[in-house]
T-cell receptor, first 112, second 115 residues
């Protein structure tokens, strides 16, 4: 079993929809939770970063972490065609800080 | 430079040949990471450097893979006797250090095809 499991998708939604992307994990040592966005033939870029449990909002994006359930989510409000990309969750702990563990990614398509 | 630079962007090679992939991190970033991304898959951790040393080489798939970093800057990932299963996108990332938030900035990757 992988340490990080991500809803595989693909996901296709109409423009303006609310999108929910989710990951579960098994390693209770994870403290730092990231969401990356990756456009086709590009490297991932950091979208959201959260420490421990709680919510974080940035514009149309909200990241949620529930450590008790080992579950994290990324919500996208008023989705736009430009949001079409692969979204990767990533996590790391206090030790071995050089290593992040990534989910396999969810490919999102927002249709105009 | 402004971002992480990787070269070449594409590499086609024949099975059994050696290849070298290069990564130029963001200036001032002391930590450097290599990942492999196969088609439709997430990122597979290979190795990271803090300065010129590599505390964790556990992700290297076999002894055909090696990496080095010199001068605390440029890194080279070498794959010897390439196999078809080595075909993937090899991504490099850098960060300011091993601060706990571990925010990594990625290059565009080298797309390796082994024929």
């Amino acid at each position: 079993q992988k340490e990080v499991e991500q809803d595989p998708g693909p996901l296709s939604v109409p423009e303006g929809a609310i999108v929910s992307l989710n990951c579960t994990y098994s390693n209770s040592a994870f403290q730092y939770f990231m969401w990356y966005r990756q456009y086709s033939r590009k490297g991932p870029e950091l979208l959201m970063y959260t420490y421990s449990s709680g919510n974080k909002e940035d514009g149309r994006f909200t990241a949620q972490v529930d450590k008790s359930s080992k579950y994290i989510s990324l919500f996208i409000r008023d989705s736009q065609p430009s949001d079409s990309a692969t979204y990767l969750c990533a996590m790391s702990g206090n030790t071995n800080a050089g290593k992040s563990t990534f989910g396999d990614g969810t490919t999102l398509t927002v249709k105009p | 430079g402004a971002g992480v630079s990787q070269s070449p962007s594409n590499k086609v090679t024949e099975k059994g040949k050696d290849v070298e992939l290069r990564c130029d991190p963001i200036s001032g970033h002391t930590a450097l990471y290599w990942y492999r991304q196969s088609l439709g898959q997430g990122l597979e951790f290979l190795i990271y450097f803090q300065g010129n040393s590599a505390p964790d080489k556990s992700g290297l798939p076999s002894d055909r893979f090696s990496a080095e970093r010199t001068g605390g800057s440029v890194s080279t990932l070498t794959i010897q006797r390439t196999q078809q299963e080595d075909s993937a996108v090899y991504l490099c990332a850098s960060s300011r250090g091993l601060a706990r938030q571990n925010i990594q900035y990625f290059g565009a990757g080298t797309r390796l095809s082994v024929l």
